[in-house]
Each structure stands twice: as C-alpha cells, then as structure tokens.
C-alpha cells in the first residue's frame, strides 16, 4: 500500500531534550516536505526536499533540521525543543516527474513541548 | 508571490444542505489549483485538482470545483452534504509540488 509514515505519532517532551520525528514514504517520490499544522494559521511549510541531498527552506524553517539521506526517509530534528514548537506535524511526498503536483500526506504527528 | 485566501474559518450546514466553501488565490501565471479535506485525527487526502481544460472539475466523494479565472476564485461545492462530510478543507494554489495552503474552512454538519 501506497503511504507515508510518521513516527511518532504522539509525543510529549520538555524544552531542550533534542528528538526526531522520522518520515517514511514508499512511493519513490522526489519531493518531500515537512509542514507544521496550528489553529487558525492552515499549514505553513518547514522544510522540503526535491531529492537525495537537496533540501531548502519553507516558510518557518527556524529551530528545525532536516536530512535526506536516503530517497524515501526525511526526518524532521528538533535540536533544542521549546514550547512553541507544540504542534501538529506532518510529512508529504510529491512524485514530480508526472508533474500532477498531487501531494500524498502522513497522518500527522502530534508534539507536545513542555 | 502566490496566496491563497479562504474566507470562511467555520461553516455550518445541515445534513442534506448545499454546501460552497470559498477559495480565492492570487498567482502570476495559471495556477495550478487543488482541494485537499482533513479528516479528524488523519492526514490531508486530495479531493480534486486543476491543471487546465475543463474549468469545471469533478472530484471523489461527490465534490466539485470550478475555476474562475476573472474572479481567482476555485470555490469547492457539493449538492448533498452527509455527516462524514465533518472536516477541515484547505485550498491550496501553486506550482506543482510547492503549493501554497489556505487557512482551512471547517465544516459543520448537523443532523
């Protein structure tokens, strides 16, 4: 089955203690993208890809990292974690030969900053 | 630069009803022009999507959207809404893999 995965899904932690959030699709997609998801602001993007090794800056890119190692996986690193940090991830693949622009969603990762 | 406005934060309908949510978009070229609805509790699914042709477009689970080019709009509309119709719609306008997101419209539906 076609999907993007995230882990975790949930996760609560206290200012300052680093953590990943990793990002799996199976689809051979270039693109890859990382949002963030708050009440009254939609999605606004952190981070993307467009293929091994290339990643560049979204809209709010300040306090995360980013990698892409490897064609399926882009992990999202929060080195120092603070409270507004708290939100509502989610990871996106695109395949961008087709050029269809048709984005494919992970089921979200919810983080909570203490 | 691209954007995209979305008007309404909340709308609310009674199962059955009509339903229009509002999209509008600015964007110096054709826009590549997308519907995406949020379950609760699950990631966004692509509920349909303009490229070019038809500026009438059909999409699953019975909605539909229509370009309008003299007032940048793609307002997303279905005749008959159901209660598993309940979410958050983003409109979402750009090239074709960096799309830009509105603010969401969430849908209320009652019985």
């Known amino acids: 089955e076609a999907q993007v995965t995230q882990n975790p899904r949930y996760l609560i932690t206290v200012t300052g203690k680093k953590l990943t959030v990793t990002c799996s699709q199976n689809m051979n997609h270039e693109y890859m993208s990382w949002y963030r998801q708050d009440p009254g602001l939609g999605l606004r993007q952190i981070y993307y890809?467009?293929?091994?090794?290339?990643?560049d800056k979204g809209d709010v890119p300040e306090g995360y990292k980013v990698s892409r190692k490897e064609k399926r996986n882009f992990p999202l690193i929060l080195e120092s974690p603070s409270p507004n940090q708290t939100s509502l991830y989610f990871c996106a693949s695109s395949l961008v030969g087709d050029n269809t622009g048709e984005l494919f969603f992970g089921e979200g990762s919810r983080l909570t900053v203490l | 630069a691209q954007s995209v406005t979305q008007p309404d934060i909340h709308i609310t309908v009674s199962e059955g009803a009509s339903l229009e949510l509002r999209c509008n978009y600015s964007?110096?070229?054709?826009?590549?022009l997308f519907w995406y609805v949020q379950s609760p509790g699950q990631g966004l699914q692509l509920l349909l999507k303009y490229f070019s042709g038809d500026t009438l477009v059909q999409g699953i689970k019975g909605f539909e959207a229509e370009f309008k080019r003299s007032q940048s709009s793609f307002n997303l509309r279905k005749p008959s809404v159901h209660w598993s119709d309940a979410a958050e719609y983003f409109c979402?306008?750009?090239?074709?893999?960096?799309?830009?997101f509105g603010r969401g419209t969430s849908l209320i539906v009652h019985p």
């Open positions: 979402a306008v750009g090239g074709s893999y960096i799309p830009t």
């Open positions: 890809s467009m293929n091994v090794e290339v990643t």
């Open positions: 964007y110096g070229a054709t826009p590549y």
